[in-house]
């Protein structure tokens, strides 16, 4: 049991490092007027990869963040921010799409 809690924890640091490297590449998908903060590159592809609205919910499980009330809030404050750039859509109240 000890041993598969070990390569669970190993895992586990294994997907962190790959995901911190992953986000300092550059993105083709990514808008050049996406805000400085590391989950805005990542939250801009899944919305182009799904054809249903997302919910902050949904962004947060893409991310790889905890569905805590606080991580929730801040990717619908991310989501919202991108709407006001207008390089998201929200076409209803808390659902989020990419722009047409």
Not at 3 to 23: F, S, Y
Not at 34 to 61: F, K, M, Q, S
Not at 76 to 82: S, V
């Given at each position: ?25 550059p993105t083709q998908a ?71």
């Amino acid at each position: 049991m000890r041993e598969a809690e070990t390569h669970l924890d190993h895992l586990a640091i294994t997907r962190k490092t790959v995901t911190a490297l992953a986000d300092r590449l550059p993105t083709q998908a990514a808008s050049p007027d996406l805000p400085e903060h590391p989950d805005y590159p990542r939250i801009h592809p899944a919305t182009n990869d799904n054809t249903v609205p997302l919910r902050a919910r949904d962004v947060c499980e893409v991310l790889d963040h905890e569905r805590l009330p606080k991580n929730i809030e801040g990717t619908r404050a991310k989501l919202k921010r991108l709407v006001k750039l207008e390089i998201l859509d929200e076409v209803s109240t808390g659902s989020f799409t990419r722009r047409q």
